[in-house]
Structures are given as structure tokens and as C-alpha cells.
């Protein structure tokens, strides 16, 4: 499978260093052109907060084929609401979303009763699960559609989770069924994690450039130890694409680092305005992807996973 490319900017205030809405339609027009497989919607800028990445990625994903990922905290989610929110717009885009889940120091919905010890890991361990076994909870094989016997869904496969952990108590079921992907793809990012977590709970791990070296090993060890192959978790390697004056040169530089590193992805994280952000789209990505059709439609088979399948 060839290298995919996930590009990553802020949607929101000009002055922040966010592109306004109608800069990221265009952005994300010219990145579905040129072969991106997925855009991270981020949730701050270096000068602040940006638009709420979900509420971006439902408004954007409506006008756009490409597949999105926003960044999303434990702090301030709750996990029905956000796995309900997330699946919703996974639904309407065939399989097209992942989230990029991050740990929050805290969270007011579990603070209000008798908080545990916060580990900010741990936590999004936990709220990574239940999203997880929210998301599979109502699969889609139980819808049925039987009008003749007045039958809309197999009740017996529309299950609660009955979560009880000691971050949060989620009953389920979700109150509708997975998408067809089988569900958002959890990408995670190695920084406050450490690859068991990452490996437990998460689809694709992001690794900044500087940590890639024996990634890829250490993700094998971590997925061996819960029962997985390599290739059920995606490696990205991250790095910040600022001046484009050798996009030939970048781009083979680049090359070398995934084929040393075995990343299955890249992240770029494109700074600046929608002419910067669409340079890289155009004049660096098509060096990095091959030029062969994709036939992927849904974002776990761009990034080389298999369908989710609920149990």
C-alpha cells in the first residue's frame, strides 16, 4: 500500500492563524483534488483556541468528499454525547471520519461526584473504550426493515454497555446504528500517551519526526503484547511544512524518512494562510503519494485497516 498524507490545519479566526471557513472549503477542495487522504481539523492555533473541530468537520464535510478528522478532548465531552455527535457525522459521510482523541487534564463531568486520581492517560483510555463500545453497540446488521412483520431493528442486537469504570458510567446503547466503516477511526497521538494505550485503544498513532526512529518496532511490540499484528494500528509521522522553495527535495527527503521509519502516513501540518496551505497541497503531496487512482472509499481503507465489525 502506498504512503497516504493527512493534512492538518485550524479552522476559525484570521488573526489566530486559523483559516476562515470558506478558506477551509477551499482548502479542503484542493486537498480531495490532489490525493490528501483525510484533514485534521485542530483545536487551537499557536495564538489560541479555533473553531470547534466537530462543528467544522460536520459544516465542511457536507460540501466535501475527503475525510476529516477532529481533534477532539476527554475535558469537556462527554462520551455518549461525543460518540453520538462523531458517529452521526460518520454516517453521513459513508465511513469518512476519524477523531483525534486527546487527554485532558480534567473533566467536569466526572469532578461533580467523587473524582479518582487524575491520570490524564489512564482517563483517555477509559473514554477511548467507551466511545469504542458505544459506536458498536447498535450495529448496523440489525437494522432490518421488515415491514411486513413491523419490524425496524433486532432488538437482540442492540445491546448497553453498561460501563461503570472509575472515569465515567455510561449505560448505552447509542440510538443509532454504526456507519459503513463500522465506526470513526481513533487516531492517537504518541505524546502523553506511550504506545500501550495508543496500541490498546487507538486505529492510528501519530509520532512527531524527531520520535519515529524505532517506532515502528516498539508499536509492533505493544500491539503483540494485546494479541494484534503491525498492521492493524497505522503509523504517521508528523512534521510542520513551512518554507516550499524544494518541494522535489522535501518531498524526497520525506520519502527516505517513511521508508526508514516504515510510517504507513504522513501528517502535515500546514501553517500560515489558504495560498500556504494549498501550496502544499499542490506542489508537495503529489510527490508524496503515487499517482494511481484511489479506490478506498471509506477512511479506515485509505489508511489500510480493516472494516470495523461489531461483535
Request: charged share 25%.
Amino acid at each position: 500500500m502506498s504512503t497516504f498524507v493527512q493534512l492538518a490545519f485550524a479552522v476559525g479566526d484570521r488573526a489566530a492563524g486559523a483559516l476562515s471557513l470558506a478558506d477551509a472549503g477551499a482548502a479542503a477542495a484542493l486537498a480531495d483534488r490532489a490525493g490528501v487522504a483525510a484533514i485534521r481539523l485542530r483545536d487551537r492555533t499557536a495564538a489560541g483556541p479555533a473553531l470547534e473541530p466537530t462543528v467544522a468537520a460536520a459544516y465542511l464535510a457536507g460540501a466535501h468528499r475527503i475525510a476529516f478528522v477532529p481533534e477532539l478532548s476527554t475535558s469537556g465531552n462527554a462520551p455518549y454525547n461525543a460518540a453520538r455527535r462523531l458517529l452521526s457525522i460518520d454516517r453521513a459521510t459513508g465511513g469518512r471520519l476519524g477523531v483525534a482523541l486527546l487527554p485532558g487534564a480534567g473533566d467536569e463531568v466526572t469532578d461533580a461526584g467523587e473524582p479518582p486520581a487524575n491520570d490524564p492517560a489512564e482517563r483517555w483510555g477509559e473514554y477511548a473504550d467507551v466511545l469504542t463500545r458505544l459506536w458498536e453497540s447498535f450495529p448496523r446488521t440489525a437494522l432490518r426493515g421488515d415491514q411486513d412483520a413491523g419490524i425496524v431493528a433486532d432488538d437482540a442486537r442492540i445491546r448497553p454497555i453498561g460501563h461503570d469504570g472509575p472515569y465515567y458510567r455510561v449505560a448505552g446503547p447509542l440510538d443509532g446504528p454504526s456507519s459503513v466503516q463500522g465506526r470513526p477511526v481513533i487516531v492517537a497521538d504518541l505524546d502523553g500517551l506511550g504506545f500501550d494505550a495508543a496500541a490498546t485503544h487507538a486505529d492510528a498513532v501519530v509520532v512527531d519526526r524527531d520520535r519515529t526512529p524505532g517506532a515502528d518496532a516498539a508499536l509492533a511490540d505493544a500491539l503483540r503484547a494485546t494479541g494484534l499484528p503491525r498492521s492493524e494500528t497505522a503509523l504517521i509521522g508528523r512534521v510542520a511544512v513551512g518554507d516550499l522553495a524544494d518541494p522535489a527535495g522535501l518531498a524526497a527527503e520525506l520519502r527516505a524518512w517513511a521508508e526508514a521509519d516504515r510510517l504507513d502516513g504522513f501528517e502535515l501540518v500546514a501553517a500560515g494562510d489558504l495560498e500556504a496551505v494549498s501550496a502544499v497541497s499542490r506542489e508537495l503531496v503529489p510527490l508524496l503519494i503515487d499517482p494511481a487512482p484511489a479506490l478506498a472509499t471509506t477512511l479506515r481503507a485509505v489508511f489500510g485497516l480493516r472494516q470495523a465489525v461489531a461483535p
